[in-house]
């Protein structure tokens, strides 16, 4: 049977190959087993073991690296496939990092360093899981970053604090961004910001590296993490591109991943407006199935619609990604993880109240949907940012902050 959302976009040859083998091997990991991961808070190692085995952590690692060298249209239907499989956005987020990460390597990192890294990433040996932007003393205005990275001879010495880096623990390597040139001597603030690569082992040894996990509610089966460097020292080859360029090289390909983050939404958009369909089309009160009920078959219909818009800009930008020019694109990329995010969170709302009573039971897995879906619109952008994206750099409205 087709599934919801099937119909909303063709593919291309290798978007369809990439859907059909996601869809295999999650058919491999039910319901019963994302719900025991998230009751243990535990990260769903054979999960994404599986993928990493049949080579999708290295999905955007180019083929020269042995890699399989695809681009933002394919892993837009991976990722949306592996929410909508069963683990919804977490089991996306379980990924993410590892096959994003790859990307500011492959575009800036020194020949030596990809060749050191890159067929490690594609063959699973080697993860680079962990991203560390966000401080919380600057929240999501990242160029008021504190850490430092001060140049000693031919080595880096790193003082700060990190918030919410998820997938520490999974982790081999931190891709770290921090302040490489004081603020009050750059003229602008996204400039004398600097990426690294570092090797979590080696800070752990030093004694510089100290982190805390942050107990959470939602998307709990990834850990996130407060990270504290102490006279952290990384060689100056660890050293991302350009010195004082790292905030660009951020800015870079966000666009193209917040695109992989609306597919995430519409894939967990997805698995609750299945399950709560499923259910409306089984359980009777009053003698019918309650989906005969407009009060419960509106919500779903509407939820169906709401996708079914998000997951067309979705696709429809991420197949003109590698042609657009960045403001058209960054207004399409926001647009879209506005949307997605929205249409997931009416989506798993309308499934709890589906389920009635049960919608708040575990068992029925959709409180944790409900839960999820509300992360996406605080992650990895606000929904407010990107409405301010769209307000001042699309519509040309004034900046109030
Ligand atoms: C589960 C989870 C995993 C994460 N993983 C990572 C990771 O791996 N690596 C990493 O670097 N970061 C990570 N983050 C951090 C995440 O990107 C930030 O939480 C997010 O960018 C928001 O920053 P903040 O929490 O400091 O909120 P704040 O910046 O404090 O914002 C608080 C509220 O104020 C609003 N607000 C602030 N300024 C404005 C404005 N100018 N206009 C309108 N509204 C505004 C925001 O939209 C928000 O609603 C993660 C966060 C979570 C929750």
């Not at 592996?82 to 590892?98: D, K, T």
């Not at 921090?178 to 602008?188: C, F, S």
């Not at 399950?275 to 219909?301: K, M």
Request: some cysteine; glycine content about 8%.
């Amino acid at each position: 049977m087709a599934r919801i959302l099937d119909e909303a976009v063709s593919l291309s040859d290798s978007q369809q190959l990439v859907k059909r083998n996601i869809q295999d091997i999650c058919s491999n990991f039910d319901a019963e087993y994302w719900r025991e991961k998230a009751t243990e808070d535990e990260y769903p190692h054979e999960f994404v073991d599986t993928l990493t085995e049949h080579g999708w952590m290295g999905i955007l690692v180019p083929e020269e690296y042995g890699g399989a060298g695809m681009g933002t249209r394919e892993t837009v239907v991976m990722m949306e496939e592996i929410a909508a499989g069963g683990g919804g956005f977490s089991a996306a987020q379980a990924v993410h990092g590892g096959v994003y990460n790859s990307v500011p390597i492959t575009e800036y990192a020194s020949e030596e360093m990809k060749d050191d890294l890159l067929p490690g990433v594609a063959e699973g040996k080697t993860s680079i899981q962990a991203f560390g932007l966000t401080e919380p003393n600057a929240g999501s205005n990242s160029p008021a970053m504190e850490t430092r990275a001060e140049r000693d001879g031919d080595e880096y010495v790193v003082n700060g604090q990190k918030i919410w880096i998820s997938r520490v623990d999974v982790s081999d390597y931190i891709v770290l961004v921090a302040r490489t040139t004081p603020r009050d001597e750059v003229e602008k603030r996204t400039k004398g910001i600097s990426m690294f690569l570092v090797d979590l082992d080696d800070a752990v040894q030093q004694g510089a590296l100290e982190m805390e996990t942050i107990p959470k509610s939602a998307g709990e089966l990834v850990h996130s993490y407060e990270l504290w460097f102490d006279d952290l020292r990384v060689p100056a080859e660890n050293l991302i591109g350009e010195e004082g360029n790292g905030f660009y090289q951020v800015l870079d390909g966000l666009n193209e991943e917040r695109l992989v983050i609306a597919a995430e939404c519409i894939g967990l958009g997805r698995l609750a407006l299945e399950r709560a369909v499923d259910y409306a089309n089984e359980r009777e009160v009053f003698g019918n199935p309650i989906g005969s009920n407009q009060a419960i078959q509106h919500p779903l219909a509407e939820a169906y619609a709401r996708l079914q818009a998000a997951k067309q800009l979705t696709y429809n930008a991420a197949d003109r990604a590698a042609s657009d020019d960045a403001v058209d694109l960054g207004a399409q990329a926001n647009a879209a993880k506005f949307l997605a995010a929205d249409a997931a969170f009416q989506a798993a709302d309308a499934a709890v109240q589906t389920h009635g009573g049960f919608g708040i039971a575990k068992e029925y897995d959709v409180e944790r949907y409900l839960r999820e879906a509300r992360l996406t619109r605080l992650v990895p952008i606000t929904q407010q940012l990107a409405l301010n994206y769209l307000g001042e750099q699309v519509l040309g409205l004034p900046r109030s902050y």
